[in-house]
């Protein structure tokens, strides 16, 4: 068939199977140009098919040449409908790996299930033996919990007082104010149990009771701070408080694992095009003057680059122990830079839609948001007829 992009809102619900390979090659190359990485031999990636967590389960695999398992919820194509983005990249992955001689697995499914946890530690067993290094990068509007049967579902919303700041929709560069309504008490409570800690804290506890977790093994997970301007949306909203639980999460798992030499870290990353930073209001417009600023100092960087960095100057580099007051990984230490927040600060406050596109690179935005779903793609002709029915080698 012939796929093209469809949009509804900031969700694309196609995805083209050439081009979202493209797009893993483009980031196992980079990888491939890097110097290898003396890292982790056993990964547990959770939430592994797109964004952060597909670059750390490519930087684990091409630069440190370690055994993957990733973990994520993602849809086969069935009759008409394409598979996911997410599919189609573990589908490129898991071939490359295959081809580069290195062993790699996909468990699909709910990682946040008893079911899920229970099949990836008989894989872990059967195939690996121990895991040093788990990789928590899940990000979902909801989650069911394993006991309690409760569906949560996150919200993006400021606490206490209405919010109200600039907004862009990417497809069509109108810029206009966003007001949001302050979250009740109970969306918070739900945010958290979204994308707080509790299901990172259970993957270790069950991974250690099991028994497959390695001595000195590090897991890491990831957050965002960010500037002023998007404080009362993320850090100081909904969002934020589920950051705050993870945050602690963190700090409680570097006991637990400490005590047989292991490590427990958050990183806080970059503010990046994935799918779930687009559906975040005010944050692709941030993301949009900060590429715009990024580029022009030459210190622009995607997933692939920021998780090179993470691993190999961070997790098993010479700065690993560089941590902030918080015990926190600082790869947005690029981003959060004076003269970079200084210069976003300064195009923030005159960007209109007269200007959007001169301003900020809106355009970048919107093309990365495409190439996400493997659209806008060089050397990819669309015009072609492809079979949307990938099989992925590996899958259990
Ligand atoms: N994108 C950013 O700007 C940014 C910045 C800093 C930190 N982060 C954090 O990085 C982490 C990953 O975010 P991302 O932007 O890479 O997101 P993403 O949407 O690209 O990836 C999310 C992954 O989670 C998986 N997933 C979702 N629900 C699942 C479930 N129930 N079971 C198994 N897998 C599931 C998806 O399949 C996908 O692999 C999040 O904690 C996010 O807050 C993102």
């Known amino acids: 068939m012939i ?31 890097q110097p290898a990485i003396e890292g982790p031999r056993s990964v547990l990636v959770i939430g592994a098919s797109t964004g952060y967590g597909l670059a750390s389960r490519i930087v684990a695999s091409f630069a440190a040449g370690a055994d993957t398992i990733g973990v994520y919820f993602d849809k086969a194509a069935e009759g008409a409908r394409t598979a996911s983005a997410g599919w189609y990249n573990s589908a490129a992955f898991e071939q490359a790996a295959a081809e580069a001689g290195r062993r790699s697995f996909s468990v699909v499914g709910d990682a946040f299930s008893d079911e899920i946890k229970t099949k990836t530690i008989d894989l872990i067993r059967a195939e690996l033996g121990k895991i040093d290094l788990v990789v928590y990068s899940v990000a ?12 949560f579902t996150s919200v993006i919303k400021p606490i206490g007082d209405i919010y109200t700041n600039k907004t862009v929709n990417f497809h069509s560069g109108d810029v206009s104010l966003a007001t949001i309504e302050p979250a009740t008490d109970d969306e918070i409570r739900q945010t958290i149990a979204v994308m707080g800690g509790e299901d990172w804290q259970m993957w270790i506890d069950e991974l250690q009771e099991a028994g497959v977790l390695a001595d000195g093994a590090t897991t890491v997970a990831f957050s965002y701070i960010g500037p002023a301007i998007t404080h009362a ?7 934020g408080r589920a950051k705050d639980d993870l945050e602690t999460t963190a700090i409680r798992l570097n006991e637990q694992l ?19 930073s687009s559906a975040i209001p005010v944050v692709p417009l941030y993301i949009s003057a900060l590429y715009k600023v990024m580029k022009e100092k030459g210190s622009h960087e995607g997933c692939i680059e920021q998780m090179y960095r993470l691993f190999a100057e961070r997790l098993y580099g010479a700065d690993s122990a560089a941590v902030d007051e918080k015990g926190r990984i600082r790869v947005d230490d690029w981003e959060m830079r004076e003269d970079v927040q200084a210069e976003v600060a300064r195009l923030w406050a005159a960007l209109t839609t007269e200007n959007v596109y001169e301003l900020s690179d809106l355009e970048g935005y919107r093309r990365e948001f495409f190439q996400l779903f493997g659209f806008e793609t060089d050397g990819v002709d669309y015009e072609a007829d492809v079979n949307p029915d990938v099989a992925i080698v590996n899958l259990r």
Request: aromatic letters at 6%.
């Open 3 to 33: 796929i093209q992009p469809k949009t509804r809102g900031f969700i694309c619900t196609t995805a083209h199977p050439e081009g979202c390979a493209r797009q893993v090659q483009r980031q196992i190359e980079y990888i491939q140009g």
């Open 140 to 151: 979902s509007p909801r989650r069911t919990h394993p006991k309690s049967g409760e569906t």
């Open 233 to 239: 949306v993320y850090r100081e909203g909904t969002i």
């Open 258 to 276: 400490g005590a047989s030499g292991g490590r427990a870290f958050v990183s806080v990353n970059k503010a990046l095009v994935t799918q779930s």
